[in-house]
């Protein structure tokens, strides 16, 4: 009778245990996309640290393409490491500051070496101009329209998190 009790008490155990370490153990880093500023996931984009991505947008007055370029530190923070743009205007920098590369390449501006760090972005989905775009992997070989996955005009809180797969469940995953 102990022995049948044991092994009821081992597998009940493991029955719920399996699933607590399941659902609550980090199995994935992301870069993740909270609806405003909320704990609702809208949508993640699975990544790894030193891994880049991109956001482009439309500027609103000048309506050429901005290009931000992304790294994911190894303390899951995001670093600005470069932005391009075509024509100075509103909102777009002028000139790079001390240790920063202020180019002229292919008939584009480039600010490179900028190693801003930020635990985490506020975003805004164009509402006017609604182009923005999301670039990952190896020779940004993906891209999605932000239109794919937020709403336009919508603003959302982006940070790299590490997530269980309860949180994986609960978001979109961001593919193309």
Do not use: C
């Not at 992997?137 to 269980?164: C, I, R």
């Amino acid at each position: 009778m102990d022995k049948l009790k044991t092994f009821l008490l081992l597998t009940v155990s493991f029955l719920v245990l399996i699933p607590l370490f399941l659902f609550f153990i980090p199995v994935q880093k992301a870069v993740v996309f909270y609806h405003e500023n909320t704990t609702k996931i809208s949508a993640y984009l699975p990544i790894d640290s030193g891994e880049t991505f991109q956001i482009i947008f439309t500027h609103s007055i000048h309506l050429s393409d901005v290009v931000e370029k992304y790294r994911i530190t190894k303390d899951n923070k995001i670093e600005q490491y470069e932005i391009i743009f075509e024509q100075f205007g509103i909102g777009m920098p002028s000139n790079a500051e001390a240790g920063q590369e202020f180019v002229y390449e292919d008939g584009k501006y480039h600010i490179k070496n900028l190693n801003n760090v930020f635990e985490s972005m506020n975003i805004r989905n164009g509402r006017t101009v609604s182009e923005h775009r999301l670039v990952w992997g190896e020779n940004d070989q993906h891209m999605v329209w932000f239109n794919d996955y937020f709403s336009p005009g919508a603003w959302y809180t982006v940070k790299v998190e590490d997530l269980t797969l309860w949180k994986l469940m609960k978001g979109v995953k961001i593919h193309d």
